[in-house]
């Protein structure tokens, strides 16, 4: 009986086309706009487990790119969900090809000793919340 089930799913699955999978890479959902209307999105392949906390990265797309050249920035959050707490671990820009403006990047156990609440009704606040909103559910627990 078990053979057969496991037979019938193995065929289940050969029968999905291999276009079917996902394709590897970041996959960028929109959660909301910053004050300019400059639109922002989270990664949610990038939303990992890290610890205790919760790891993803978030951008914001600009209409019109910074004299510097920046038109997209990318931030990498570690967030504590249940207490609302975050740190920055890197911020990167990238001009309109995506060659790369400047990148920052703090040593995880440096940011993690600047955790803290996010700053009231900033892109990044609204951004902590879509990665936490946005994470994996746990793994079911097998009986």
Same mark, same amino acid.
């Given at each position: 009986?078990?053979?057969?089930?496991?037979?019938?799913? $193995? $065929?289940?699955?050969?029968?999905?086309?291999?276009?079917?999978?996902?394709?590897?890479?970041?996959?960028?959902?929109?959660?909301?706009?910053?004050? /300019?209307?400059?639109? *922002?999105?989270? /990664?949610?392949?990038?939303?990992?487990?890290?610890? =205790?906390?919760?790891?993803?990265?978030?951008? @914001?797309?600009?209409?019109?790119?910074? %004299? /510097?050249?920046?038109?997209?920035?990318?931030? #990498?959050?570690?967030?504590?969900?249940?207490?609302? #707490?975050?740190?920055?671990?890197? *911020?990167?820009?990238? !001009?309109?090809? =995506?060659?790369?403006?400047?990148?920052?990047?703090?040593? %995880?156990?440096?940011?993690?000793? !600047?955790?803290?609440?996010?700053? %009231?009704?900033?892109?990044?606040? @609204?951004? /902590?919340? $879509?990665?936490? !909103?946005? !994470?994996?559910? %746990?793994?079911?627990?097998?009986?």
């Amino acid at each position: 009986m078990a053979t057969t089930r496991i037979l019938a799913w $193995a $065929a289940a699955l050969a029968a999905i086309p291999a276009t079917a999978a996902l394709p590897p890479g970041p996959h960028w959902v929109a959660v909301g706009t910053h004050i /300019d209307g400059n639109p *922002v999105e989270v /990664d949610t392949r990038s939303i990992t487990p890290w610890g =205790g906390l919760w790891r993803g990265w978030w951008r @914001m797309t600009l209409a019109t790119p910074r %004299p /510097d050249g920046t038109a997209v920035e990318k931030n #990498l959050e570690a967030i504590d969900c249940a207490r609302g #707490l975050t740190a920055s671990l890197a *911020v990167v820009t990238l !001009r309109t090809d =995506g060659s790369t403006v400047s990148d920052a990047r703090e040593a %995880p156990s440096a940011a993690i000793t !600047r955790l803290g609440p996010a700053t %009231p009704g900033t892109t990044g606040e @609204m951004a /902590d919340r $879509a990665i936490c !909103r946005l !994470r994996p559910p %746990p793994p079911k627990h097998r009986r």
